[in-house]
């Protein structure tokens, strides 16, 4: 699409070199999810937060069936990099297609699941999710559409996990009592 091109390129031609390392920071804190799945596990380890570990885990599982094993396969979107010589990413280059943006997606899935069990810890985690969102922008990794689909996807995944880890909390109260 011509407007996710130039509006990709008129990101790269404002471009801040103060601001590129904490542009590829947050882009690491969400390759292959490993940020998020280090605090769910940290998460379930305590009795107070499990439940938001297992939303987080369940969320992102869901997401990675979805989004990274079928819709990446299935839509085979390529890389805005690859399609446009002049976009130069800032970060190393990935290997898979392009849509839905993972980084995003899975940001989006564990901060809503966060957010659904605690407003403070869940706000500041979507704070985090949209920068990393734009951070895959900024760094020439994603058209907007990528990014825009991670974020939906990761919010539907997140509310679902959440429905279903609630379903399932409550059947296993049932059998106990």
């Not at 990014?147 to 059947?171: E, F, K, P, T």
Request: proline share 4%; charged share 15%; hydrophobic share 50%.
């Amino acid at each position: 699409m011509t407007w996710e091109y130039n509006f990709l390129s008129w990101v790269q031609e404002h471009r801040v070199a103060i601001v590129n390392p904490i542009m590829k920071f947050l882009s690491f804190l969400g390759d292959k999810g490993w940020f998020w799945i280090l605090v769910a596990l940290i998460l379930l380890m305590m009795r107070q937060t499990r439940r938001t570990g297992m939303d987080m885990a369940v969320a992102m599982l869901l997401l990675f069936i979805v989004g990274n094993l079928i819709l990446k396969n299935v839509i085979d979107r390529t890389r805005p990099y690859d399609l446009y010589q002049s976009l130069i990413p800032l970060a190393p280059k990935p290997h898979d297609a392009s849509f839905p943006s993972g980084h995003t997606m899975h940001s989006f899935g564990a901060a809503t699941a966060i957010f659904l069990n605690d407003r403070r810890w869940g706000t500041a985690a979507l704070v985090l999710a949209f920068g990393i969102g734009i951070s895959r922008m900024y760094n020439g990794m994603h058209y907007p559409t990528d990014v825009l689909a991670g974020a939906l996807l990761g919010v539907a995944a997140g509310c679902l996990a959440h429905w279903i880890v609630g379903r399932y909390m409550d059947s296993r109260k049932k059998h106990i009592v």
